[in-house]
């Protein structure tokens, strides 16, 4: 089934979802922020959750559903996943400016930082509830068995592109940025 190996990057998620959670009392005790941890707390997110989970999720399966008669309920939860896969890239966004903010300063930015971390710990665990419980299993009646193994197969191709796309992206964003 499809749905295993998205299933399987949620409960990896949860877990980094936890140690951001468990950041966040730290950074207040301190008014300060350990830049390490959440430079790659953000990469993770971008990459793993982002690009590699909702992207197989979107350009995959919500595209081969968008294809199927859905029922209306259905539908509507797509829509919804979709739209909150959105706000989420907008929290890191925002949770990456002020990262960025506070480096430079050594003030500015915190709270920002606080604000959008509590957001992200929120928002995972139900987004992905929401998957588990009441989407994921039951779309799987729309597909065929072969349908849902050139699932399965599609997926470990986007995700064998993933690692060669990250870094050709990063090669390529510093080329950009040489000064002349
Ligand atoms: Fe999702
Ligand atoms: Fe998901």
Known sequence: MPIGPLMIE?????RMVKLMAEELP?????????IGFLSEAIDFIRT????????????ILFRDLAAKLLSAEHKKVM?????????????VSRLAGAKERYARTQKDGFQEMITCLTELVEFYPA???KEDKRFFLPVMN????????????????????LVHEKYRNMVEGYEKNKKP
Request: proline share 0%; charged share 45%; net charge negative.
């Open 10 to 14: 949620h409960r990896l998620i949860e």
């Open 26 to 34: 730290k950074m207040e005790e301190k008014r300060g922020v350990n």
């Open 48 to 59: 793993y959750a982002d690009r590699c989970h909702h992207g197989k999720e979107e350009d």
């Open 79 to 91: 829509n919804e996943l979709v739209e909150e896969h959105i706000s989420a890239r907008k929290i």
């Open 127 to 129: 987004h992905i509830e």
């Open 142 to 161: 729309y597909f065929t068995r072969q349908e849902k193994d050139e699932m399965l197969q599609e997926f470990w191709a986007f995700d064998k592109n």
